[in-house]
């Protein structure tokens, strides 16, 4: 049996390592070229975003001035019942 147009082994060429390194600078290049940018619609969004949780962190109830409301209440000389009633109602409707 004869087996013809087998050449061997070859032995390794240089382009290997050639192609490695350029392989290797593609990727610096592409690292180096990489980068986000963020739109000004974006930005505006996400500062948004971050007002809205901060106000979520304030309390509804002000306690100084409920404090400062009973406190003038107290203050106050005996009154009709009817006018403590009205400022009751009126406080309460202003706190909420």
Avoid: C, F, W, Y
Avoid at 11 to 38: C, K, M, T, Y
Avoid at 67 to 87: G, H, I, W
Wanted: hydrophobic share 35%; net charge negative; charged share 35%.
């Amino acid at each position: 049996m004869d087996i013809s147009r087998i050449d061997g082994v070859h032995e390794p060429s240089l382009n290997q390592p050639r192609q490695e390194e350029q392989r290797r600078r593609n990727v610096e290049e592409v690292r180096a070229s990489d980068g986000v940018n963020i739109s000004a619609e974006a930005q505006k969004a996400a500062e948004v975003a971050r007002l809205v949780s901060l106000a979520k962190k304030i309390p509804d109830i002000r306690e100084d001035k409920v404090a400062e409301a009973k406190e003038r209440v107290d203050s106050q000389p005996s009154q009709d019942q009817a006018v403590n009633r009205t400022v009751a109602q009126r406080l309460l409707d202003d706190l909420l």
